[in-house]
């Protein structure tokens, strides 16, 4: 592969993206899967929209780059201009595809489809529909002067879809490399430096490997080797790190627990305080949830958590509201309220701030209980002193890998 063939650029389209209205999300996400495929990220862009700003990116970028990913501008009204930009810059017609058209109309019977929307079946004469099962505006991808351009609709949900089950292949036969010598690992509230440590400390001469951080996950790729020695390696981390806070696979936190729940015959009944029914949020996220999922409490006050909970009124005011006795109560509380149908609770008690906290109990304080077979299996401080956000995001993750800890231990 030459140089040229290696580099890749990535642009971002629209007014709403220059005029600084919308956060870029998309630069980041797609130079991950350039660099994870082996490309060298030339540039990201952000691109009003107007055909002139398009040809000033072509022809800066096409002799020098291999690929270009364009992202938005493939709406149905008269400001989204990728299609005409890309086949004028490939000199061709845009030719409109019947089967797009009627794939549109099927897809929403029982709403009227305008005639504007027939724009989103012109694809570049010659360029190659990639579908998308999320929305309403297909991609494409085709050569330019010897240079692979791909346009993504610009709504995230759509676009993240269309790469997983098709830009990832396109992309990997391109720069000739197969899903297969690529395996994923997923990091729950492992620290950056820590997760470097022992990767540094496990790692093999055969084995490269490469991190994206999102929030409270890392997703860690691993190329190089055999798939026994890919296994393996992952098996020295989980030693290392924990094995409820590392999983093979691109995981959501949720996924990964009721995966847990099913495998042991048992469902999760939740009490929360603090989070305000992130955990309940985080399970139910995933399709099939009620399979493991029972329900949950969100028990904000102190008189919510005696009324609803059980809590003793002599346990808050002895201990507190922020105490690991007042966690296991709730948990024991939610359990019992669960008719038996549960087998598990976990129970979120904390201050998340920006006010309430003490010189005893600073913001960030979160005390963590889980119970199952009617008793407190274990109570668990946690400090997190970061900003109420990522207190109650954070602490939902604790929560949830504390129950993954507690159904490890259950046949």
């Given amino acids: 592969m030459s140089e040229r063939q290696s580099r890749a650029a990535i642009l971002c389209v629209g007014d709403e993206l220059t005029e600084g209205r919308t956060l870029d999300r998309h630069g980041k996400f797609l130079s991950e899967l350039l660099?994870?495929?082996?490309?060298?990220?030339?540039r990201i862009s952000l691109v009003p929209d107007e055909l002139d700003a398009y040809r000033r990116e072509f022809l800066d970028l096409f002799p020098r780059v291999g690929t270009v990913i364009i992202t938005g501008g493939l709406g149905p009204t008269s400001d989204d201009l990728t299609r005409e930009a890309v086949a004028e810059a490939a000199q061709v017609e845009l030719e409109f595809h019947e089967d797009i058209w009627e794939w549109l109309l099927?897809?929403?019977?029982?709403?009227?489809?305008?005639?504007?929307?027939?724009?989103?079946?012109?694809?570049?004469?010659?360029?190659?529909?990639?579908?998308?099962?999320a929305g309403t505006a297909p991609g494409f991808v085709g050569e330019v002067d010897g240079c692979t351009v791909v346009a993504l609709p610009g709504p995230p949900r759509e676009?993240?879809?269309?790469?997983?089950?098709?830009?990832?292949?396109?992309?990997?036969?391109?720069?000739?490399?197969?899903?297969?010598?690529?395996?994923?690992?997923?990091?729950?509230?492992?620290?950056?430096?820590?997760?470097?440590?022992?990767?540094?400390?496990?790692?093999?001469?055969?084995?490269r490997w490469g991190t994206n951080t999102e929030g409270y996950r890392i997703l860690l790729r691993l190329r190089g080797g055999d798939e026994p020695a890919r296994q393996a390696f992952f098996t020295r981390l989980r030693g290392d790190l924990g094995a409820e806070r590392i999983v093979e696979g691109r995981a959501e936190i949720g996924?990964?627990?009721?995966?847990?729940?099913?495998?042991?015959g048992r469902r999760l009944v939740c009490a929360e305080s603090c989070t305000g029914g992130l955990v309940a949020k985080l399970v139910t996220d995933?399709?099939?949830?009620?399979?493991g999922f029972w329900g949950g409490f969100?028990?904000?006050?102190?008189?919510?958590?005696?009324?609803?909970?059980?809590?003793?009124?002599?346990?808050?005011?002895?201990?507190?509201?922020?105490s690991p006795e007042t966690a296991g109560e709730m948990a024991l509380g939610a359990l019992e309220r669960?008719?038996?149908?549960?087998?598990?609770?976990?129970?979120?008690?904390?201050?998340?701030?920006?006010?309430g906290g003490t010189e005893e109990k600073p913001v960030g304080t979160v005390w963590l209980a889980v119970a199952l077979d009617g008793r407190v299996l274990e109570t668990r401080h946690v400090f997190l002193p970061r900003d109420r956000d990522r207190v109650r995001r954070w602490s939902a993750i604790s929560a949830l890998l504390l129950v993954r800890e507690a159904l490890s231990e259950v046949a």
């Fill in 35 to 42: 660099t994870e495929l082996g490309a060298t990220v030339d």
């Fill in 106 to 133: 099927n897809r929403f019977p029982h709403r009227k489809i305008s005639d504007t929307n027939r724009k989103q079946a012109l694809i570049p004469a010659g360029f190659e529909v990639i579908p998308n099962e």
């Fill in 298 to 322: 969100v028990a904000y006050s102190n008189t919510a958590k005696i009324g609803l909970l059980g809590v003793s009124e002599q346990t808050l005011a002895d201990t507190g509201a922020v």
């Fill in 338 to 355: 669960s008719g038996g149908e549960a087998g598990i609770a976990v129970a979120i008690t904390g201050i998340a701030g920006p006010e």
């Fill in 255 to 264: 996924e990964v627990v009721l995966n847990d729940l099913r495998r042991t």
């Fill in 159 to 207: 676009l993240q879809t269309m790469v997983d089950r098709h830009l990832r292949s396109i992309l990997g036969a391109r720069f000739g490399v197969r899903e297969e010598e690529i395996s994923w690992a997923t990091t729950f509230m492992v620290p950056e430096s820590e997760l470097e440590e022992a990767l540094q400390r496990h790692g093999a001469e055969s084995l």
């Fill in 286 to 291: 995933v399709p099939g949830s009620s399979e």
